[in-house]
């Protein structure tokens, strides 16, 4: 069975600073990792995901992941924090087709401090 | 991309009573998949509809407290039975693309009073 683990269920940084949020995988296949955001009262937004091509993956407003295999890891990063990345971020993992149920991590909100 | 319409968007509903969500896909999809998202929590999957084929449900969640229909290629319907305020939650539906990428319906917030 597949999961995800979010470590820290909220994050808190000041605007300009580094944003990192972690996320581990249990996949007994090669995975497809995802990362949605969720704005408040508001549904959800795929920010990028991994698909066995390049490791690092960009994605919309300036986040970022690496998928590094030896630690099963897909942690997502920015280098300079905005007011308006405040938000819950969710860690997803797939079997990798469009068969594959999603299976969503625990979640982390990430509060911006001006 | 795969545009979905979910309805209703919300409902208050008393105990012991049911109720039906519909979700429409502007596009044929083979599975469809239902998940609940209790209040500040993440989304956990309930269930994936087949077309044609029972729907399989995770741990959990049975299918006489969430029958699931799905007669065509576009439409699904979950319904919530015999409802407790514990079933108040955000009900989503969801279809994965091609390009693996998966969009969801904005939700229907159900409260049960």
């Known amino acids: 069975a597949q999961s995800v683990t979010q470590l820290g269920s909220h994050v808190s940084v000041s605007e300009g600073a580094l944003v990192l949020l972690r996320c581990n995988y249990s996949?007994?296949?090669?995975?497809?990792l995802f990362w949605y955001v969720q704005y408040p009262n508001q549904g959800l937004q795929l920010l990028l995901k991994y698909t066995s091509a390049a490791t690092l993956v960009k994605g919309i407003n300036g986040f970022e992941a690496e998928f590094k295999k030896s630690e099963t890891s897909f942690h997502l990063t920015k280098p300079s924090a905005h007011m308006s990345d405040a938000a819950e971020y969710f860690c997803a993992v797939s079997e990798g087709s469009s068969a594959s149920k999603i299976i969503f991590g625990s979640g982390t909100r990430l509060s911006i401090r001006p | 991309s795969a545009v979905i319409s979910q309805k209703p968007s919300r409902d208050i509903c008393q105990r012991g009573t049911s109720l039906t969500i519909q979700c429409q896909v502007d596009?044929?999809?083979?599975?469809m998949f239902w998940y609940r998202q209790q209040p500040g929590q993440s989304l956990t999957l309930i269930a994936t509809?087949?077309?044609?084929?029972?729907?399989?449900?995770e741990s959990g969640f049975v299918i006489d407290k969430f029958p699931i229909s799905r007669p065509n290629l576009t439409f699904s319907t979950l319904t919530v039975s015999n409802m407790s305020p514990e079933d108040s939650s955000i009900y989503l539906c969801?279809?994965?693309?091609?390009?693996?990428?998966?969009?969801f319906g904005q939700g229907t917030r159900l409260t049960v009073v």
């Open positions: 969801s279809v994965v693309t091609g390009m693996l990428e998966a969009f």
């Open positions: 996949s007994s296949v090669p995975p497809y």
């Open positions: 509809a087949n077309q044609g084929s029972e729907a399989t449900y």
């Open positions: 596009s044929q999809v083979t599975m």
